[in-house]
């Protein structure tokens, strides 16, 4: 009888073999690992070649909205026959505080944040069209697709709860202060929901250096491609606008981590992406780290000096 029970032909006796397998392999209690979870192996600093090369297009391309930004403003209030100066930090308007009219304040300070709604509109029609491109531009376009958004959904929260700039809108309109606390949760929820809808884009960045992109090293790439250049664009941002310091300026660039957060909740759960199979190159892109440096300097000097309108 025990023979018969531990023969190779009986189905005990296999069963007795796989978990004594098991359990030599330490996986009796766990899932094995799926193809695309397995450890690849990369160049020596490869991720810290995408988080440099990443950190510059952050910085370009904040430099391209934020002065957008304050153009539309300036040229806004110039049709109301406002004088102005754009500095590096802000925009000077030239007129007595008594002077503002509600039709003034409502479109100097609207204007603006609508303009960044439709320019980040724009740049995603434009970045759907090019999403399977290999190009860096494409990343200058998505963080410029985020700064947009950022300043826009960010100036509207941040705005209303600290009663600068959007929130002067809503003060002249004479919102009170619990639509306003209303108004800020839901464009939290917003910003947030924006993230989860977007969250592709930003993987699809991923094909400039790799062919696939896998479980096992998702959430690293994200971590070097937009959460680092976010924290060190942020830290660069204040040093660039010293010794000027505006609690406004940096809670709303801040407030983006809203829409940076699902990127990594996601990335825990979403299934694998493959690209192609053309050979890629993972290198510093010199030309663009020269570009956006001149663009820094110019930006200090010229707008340091003021720019008037």
Same mark, same amino acid.
């Given at each position: 009888?025990?023979?018969?029970?531990?023969?190779?032909?009986?189905?005990?006796?296999?069963?007795?073999?796989?978990?004594?397998?098991?359990?030599?392999?330490?996986?009796?209690?766990?899932?094995?690992?799926?193809?695309?979870?397995?450890?690849?192996?990369?160049?020596?600093?490869?991720?810290?070649?995408?988080?440099?090369?990443?950190?510059?297009?952050?910085?370009?391309?904040?430099?391209?909205?934020?002065?957008?930004?304050?153009?539309?403003?300036?040229?806004?209030?110039?049709?109301?026959?406002?004088?102005?100066?754009?500095?590096?930090?802000?925009?000077?308007?030239?007129?007595?505080?008594?002077?503002?009219?509600?039709?003034?304040?409502?479109?100097?300070?609207?204007?603006?944040?609508?303009?960044?709604?439709?320019?980040?509109?724009?740049?995603?029609?434009?970045?759907?069209?090019?999403?399977?491109?290999?190009?860096?531009?494409?990343?200058?376009?998505?963080?410029?697709?985020?700064?947009?958004?950022?300043?826009?959904?960010?100036?509207?929260?941040?705005?209303?709860?600290?009663?600068?700039?959007?929130?002067?809108?809503?003060?002249?309109?004479?919102?009170?202060?619990?639509?306003?606390?209303?108004?800020?949760?839901?464009?939290?929820?917003?910003?947030?929901?924006?993230?989860?809808?977007?969250?592709?884009?930003?993987?699809?960045?991923?094909?400039? /250096? *790799?062919?696939?992109?896998? %479980?096992?090293? =998702?959430? #690293?790439?994200?971590?070097?491609?937009?959460? &680092?250049? +976010? @924290?060190?664009?942020?830290?660069?941002?204040?040093?660039?606008?010293?010794?000027?310091?505006?609690?406004?300026?940096?809670?709303?660039?801040?407030?983006?981590?809203?829409?940076?957060?699902?990127?990594?909740?996601?990335?825990?759960?979403?299934?694998?992406? /493959? *690209?192609?199979?053309?050979? %890629?190159?993972? =290198?510093? #892109?010199?030309?663009?780290?020269?570009?956006? &440096?001149? +663009? @820094?300097?110019?930006?200090?000097?010229?707008?340091?000096?003021?720019?008037?309108?």
């Amino acid at each position: 009888m025990p023979k018969r029970l531990f023969s190779p032909d009986n189905r005990f006796y296999i069963a007795y073999r796989k978990i004594r397998f098991l359990v030599s392999k330490g996986t009796l209690f766990s899932l094995p690992e799926v193809d695309g979870s397995t450890k690849k192996a990369f160049p020596k600093g490869t991720f810290r070649i995408i988080s440099m090369n990443s950190f510059f297009m952050f910085m370009l391309a904040y430099l391209v909205v934020y002065l957008l930004n304050l153009f539309i403003t300036a040229f806004t209030a110039t049709l109301f026959d406002i004088p102005t100066v754009v500095y590096y930090d802000r925009v000077d308007f030239l007129i007595r505080g008594i002077d503002w009219t509600t039709d003034m304040v409502t479109g100097v300070f609207s204007v603006g944040v609508v303009a960044m709604f439709v320019l980040a509109l724009l740049l995603l029609i434009l970045y759907a069209t090019v999403a399977t491109e290999t190009g860096i531009l494409r990343l200058l376009v998505l963080w410029m697709i985020y700064h947009a958004l950022t300043r826009f959904f960010g100036s509207i929260m941040v705005g209303a709860l600290m009663g600068k700039e959007f929130g002067h809108v809503l003060l002249y309109m004479y919102v009170t202060d619990t639509p306003k606390v209303i108004l800020s949760i839901l464009v939290f929820v917003i910003m947030f929901t924006a993230g989860l809808l977007l969250f592709q884009l930003f993987l699809f960045s991923a094909n400039t /250096y *790799f062919n696939d992109l896998r %479980r096992s090293y =998702r959430f #690293r790439f994200l971590f070097n491609q937009f959460f &680092i250049p +976010f @924290l060190l664009g942020n830290f660069f941002i204040l040093l660039l606008k010293a010794p000027k310091f505006s609690y406004f300026d940096s809670s709303l660039n801040i407030s983006g981590i809203l829409i940076m957060i699902p990127l990594f909740v996601r990335s825990v759960s979403f299934h694998d992406m /493959y *690209f192609d199979e053309e050979p %890629r190159t993972i =290198r510093i #892109r010199a030309q663009w780290i020269a570009v956006t &440096i001149v +663009f @820094l300097v110019l930006f200090r000097i010229v707008f340091g000096i003021g720019v008037r309108l």
